[in-house]
């Protein structure tokens, strides 16, 4: 049974950073093409990043060039989101998903992230 399960949100002032963790236990992880994306109530969703399977390939959204960094650890499981320079405009439920952008099969149930000063 696939599941994706996020960590590591909470609150952080600006200039900031957050390290976001996503165990990913029920599938062949090292398989699969990995997505963080975020919403805010509202709005539509937005990827963010995007990682391939062996980890050596990312993109980026324009609002996370520079400032976010994809990563993964097949041999855990676990895919990462490492956010620095946080702006408020990053206030959002983040997920970790299974697949590429928004077009994902499996999201987790997402961590908060809050972004204020």
């Known amino acids: 049974q696939v599941q994706l399960a996020e960590s590591g949100g909470g609150s952080a002032q600006p200039g900031g950073s957050l390290r976001l963790p996503c165990l990913a236990p029920g599938f062949t992880f090292s398989r699969y093409l990995m997505t963080w994306i975020r919403q805010v109530p509202g709005k539509e969703p937005e990827w963010v990043s995007i990682?391939?399977?062996?980890?050596?390939?990312?993109t980026h959204a324009d609002s996370a060039k520079g400032r976010f960094t994809i990563s993964r650890d097949n041999a855990k499981n676990t895919l990462y989101l490492q956010m620095k320079s946080l702006k408020p405009e990053d206030t959002a439920l983040y997920y970790c998903?299974?697949?590429?952008?928004?077009?994902?099969?499996?999201r987790g149930q997402g961590t908060q992230v809050t972004v204020s000063s």
């Open positions: 998903t299974r697949g590429h952008g928004l077009a994902y099969s499996f």
């Open positions: 990682i391939n399977p062996r980890g050596d390939t990312t």
